[in-house]
């Protein structure tokens, strides 16, 4: 992976005047742990481009900002790129673009972009298979180019100025350019609450994110967004038989072609269906080759032993991993961590800060993070099977008849019934005042407007297309967002394979009777894999990524909370409900928080330490003035 950053303008000489070279390597350095293997930075008159480079394929070469050997405007290269993902067709499009007449001089996917770029301009993001962002200067057309994938694994932040953009893979890299200011209002604290991503949105004022499947152009008339990419309704007229089939020929392509690196990759393995699928098949490739694949999973003290079973988790991982392993074949390592270490200041304040945002889901943003460090001393590339449950329909929402009538996020309505509501522990003049519901109603229409049609169909069979495209667009961003920062904090790699387009393409119009065609959820993907795992696996039940089960967390996790609440400076605390924070403190008390009740407490804390961290000045709300 790699971080990228910069701006254009338009109204000055970057090689001039005040000098613009600091700031540059201010906005790159930010991202050093992003890519901690090199650094780079190049300056037009009116372009500046920074690059952190994680080294993953063609390992001495591929240098960025990266050059085309053409001069386009004066003796300035033709173009120039600051790129960070993989493009995992890359080598097909190497040898088309050879055919046409371009000499390579790097092995890497960097080089076949920026070539595919010079062969076919913006029309070249369509023929990516991959995660990538990144960012063309092209000298020529004094325009700058950001593009996003279509999933939107690889982050994107721009933010307009008056005289063009600034940009970066994160926040942060943003924010360290004077001409971008730490602010929220209403609409920022709306997107901070609510518990989804709606794309484009960011909660830092004048700050957006580049949407998924979609580019942007910057030149002198101003910034113009186009979509490359969108899910499409589509009849699906294969038979079970033939379905199932697809499925796994789509993945026989995909996990192989995701294996493509020049360092150490391993598996991420939970003992669930969909990370045991992937790494039953990662493993065979890897034997292919000789070789054996490496697992690594992670478990709590105590936690597989005195396992409470709850209805997001009726099983504990740790057997199922094992089971998984000896099956295939790996070198499984299970990572075993404690409550101090989650408690751990240090590492909650990196958790914090690579996020950069005030997302969070309690202990198991935490847990992922340091299950990220372990793995990163013995690889640099990691596949998980993040994504399964959005393309195969895998979660709860999709077929309860409560959540299925919902006019509203569905995941939404069931965490309201179970101690996710993000008002309840907000006095009501304040959730008033930012018009929170008003807010979130509007952001449901403009998603279900999004969604594709297709005639004659039922309203069932509709309604699951909504939720469907709700979940995949507005939900899976959030997961997608969680793994890379936690990856990221270490330089650690992750690759998605279940979020390859081809596969979240044809499986979006596979009709809910043959997803579900055995009773079981995710039954298209059990048969799939059903000559790849051990019987256990292929029926167990979904189970949520682990969850630490100690009461003296969730009292550590209300003590921080009370402390916000009752310090007279903490920026939360004028609109902290105070009786709502005594009740859930009493509740704590007897036992522990659930599983929702715990993501309300540390969202709540995450909101104010974000605000205090980052020095967000709140405007134009009631209790600021």
């Keep these: 992976m790699c971080g990228i950053t910069g701006w254009v303008d338009f109204t000055r000489d970057l090689t001039t005047g005040p000098p613009a070279a600091p700031v540059l390597d201010a906005m790159t350095d930010t991202l050093t742990a992003r890519g901690p293997d090199a650094r780079g930075v190049w300056l037009d008159t009116h372009a500046a481009l920074g690059h952190r480079r994680l080294s993953v394929i063609d390992l001495e070469h591929g240098t960025q900002p990266m050059l085309t050997p053409e001069r386009g405007r004066g003796d300035l290269p033709r173009a120039v790129i600051s790129y960070?993902?993989?493009?995992?067709?890359?080598?097909?499009?190497?040898?088309?673009?050879?055919?046409?007449?371009?000499?390579?001089?790097?092995?890497?996917?960097?080089?076949?972009?920026?070539?595919?770029?010079?062969?076919?301009?913006?029309?070249?993001?369509?023929?990516?298979?991959?995660?990538?962002?990144?960012?063309?200067?092209d000298t020529a057309r004094e325009e700058l180019l950001l593009v996003r994938d279509r999933l939107g694994v690889k982050p994107l932040f721009y933010h307009p100025t008056p005289g063009g953009v600034l940009f970066g893979s994160e926040p942060k890299a943003v924010l360290a350019h004077p001409l971008a200011r730490a602010e929220a209002g209403p609409e920022e604290l709306c997107d901070a609450l609510l518990f989804l991503r709606t794309p484009g949105r960011v909660p830092f004022r004048g700050m957006r994110e580049v949407k998924p499947g979609h580019l942007l152009r910057v030149g002198r008339s101003g910034i113009t967004e186009q979509r490359y990419w969108a899910l499409e309704a589509r009849p699906h007229t294969d038979d079970l038989k033939t379905t199932v089939a697809t499925v796994r020929d789509l993945l026989d392509d995909i996990v192989p072609r995701q294996m493509v690196a020049d360092v150490p990759l391993v598996s991420l393995l939970s003992g669930g269906l969909d990370s045991s699928t992937v790494t039953a098949l990662a493993a065979r490739a890897r034997a292919a080759?000789?070789?054996?694949?490496?697992?690594?999973?992670?478990?709590?003290?105590?936690?597989?032993?005195?396992?409470?079973?709850?209805?997001i988790r009726p099983t504990p991982d740790a057997p199922y991993a094992r089971e998984v392993a000896r099956h295939v074949g790996s070198d499984h390592h299970e990572i075993v961590l404690d409550r101090a270490r989650l408690l751990d200041p240090a590492v909650r304040r990196t958790v914090l800060g690579a996020w950069d945002l005030p997302f969070n889901f309690a202990d198991l943003d935490v847990s992922l993070y340091l299950l990220f460090a372990a793995v990163r001393e013995h690889a640099t590339v990691a596949l998980s099977g993040e994504?399964?449950?959005?393309?195969?329909?895998?979660?709860?929402?999709?077929?309860?008849?409560?959540?299925?009538?919902?006019?509203?996020?569905?995941?939404?309505?069931?965490?309201?019934?179970?101690?996710?509501?993000?008002?309840?522990?907000?006095?009501?003049?304040?959730?008033?005042?930012?018009?929170?519901g008003a807010y979130e109603a509007d952001l449901y229409r403009t998603a279900l407007a999004e969604v594709p049609r297709l005639d004659g169909e039922d309203a069932e069979?509709?309604?699951?297309?909504?939720?469907?495209?709700?979940?995949?667009?507005?939900?899976?961003?959030?997961?997608?967002?969680?793994?890379?920062?936690?990856?990221?904090?270490?330089?650690?790699?992750?690759?998605?394979?279940?979020?390859?387009?081809?596969?979240?393409?044809?499986?979006?119009?596979?009709?809910?009777?043959?997803?579900?065609?055995?009773?079981q959820e995710k039954a298209l993907l059990r048969a799939a894999a059903g000559d790849l795992l051990p019987e256990s696996v292929l029926r167990r039940k979904k189970a949520a990524y682990p969850s630490i089960q100690d009461p003296a967390y969730d009292r550590a996790l209300i003590a921080g909370l009370g402390a916000a609440a009752a310090d007279a400076g903490a920026p939360l605390s004028p609109f902290l409900d105070g009786d709502a924070v005594r009740r859930t403190t009493v509740r704590t008390a007897t036992g522990s928080l659930s599983e929702f009740e715990r993501i309300l407490v540390e969202s709540t804390v995450r909101l104010d330490e974000w605000t205090r961290a980052y020095q967000v000045e709140l405007t134009g709300v009631k209790g600021t003035d």
């Design 461 to 519: 069979s509709r309604r699951t297309r909504e939720l469907s495209h709700l979940t995949l667009t507005r939900w899976l961003p959030i997961l997608l967002d969680k793994k890379d920062r936690m990856g990221m904090a270490s330089g650690l790699e992750g690759r998605v394979p279940f979020c390859d387009h081809r596969l979240v393409e044809y499986v979006f119009n596979v009709p809910w009777e043959m997803k579900t065609f055995s009773g």
């Design 387 to 436: 994504g399964a449950d959005e393309v195969f329909g895998g979660y709860l929402w999709f077929s309860d008849p409560e959540a299925r009538r919902a006019e509203t996020f569905p995941w939404l309505k069931l965490g309201a019934h179970r101690g996710l509501d993000p008002r309840s522990l907000f006095h009501p003049w304040f959730v008033d005042g930012i018009d929170l």
């Design 289 to 311: 080759d000789g070789g054996r694949l490496a697992t690594f999973s992670v478990d709590f003290t105590g936690h597989t032993e005195n396992f409470r079973a709850d209805a």
């Design 84 to 137: 960070g993902g993989e493009i995992y067709n890359f080598p097909e499009l190497r040898e088309e673009l050879a055919l046409l007449g371009h000499r390579f001089t790097t092995r890497s996917d960097t080089e076949v972009a920026l070539r595919a770029y010079l062969q076919w301009g913006e029309d070249f993001a369509r023929r990516l298979n991959g995660m990538y962002s990144l960012a063309i200067w």
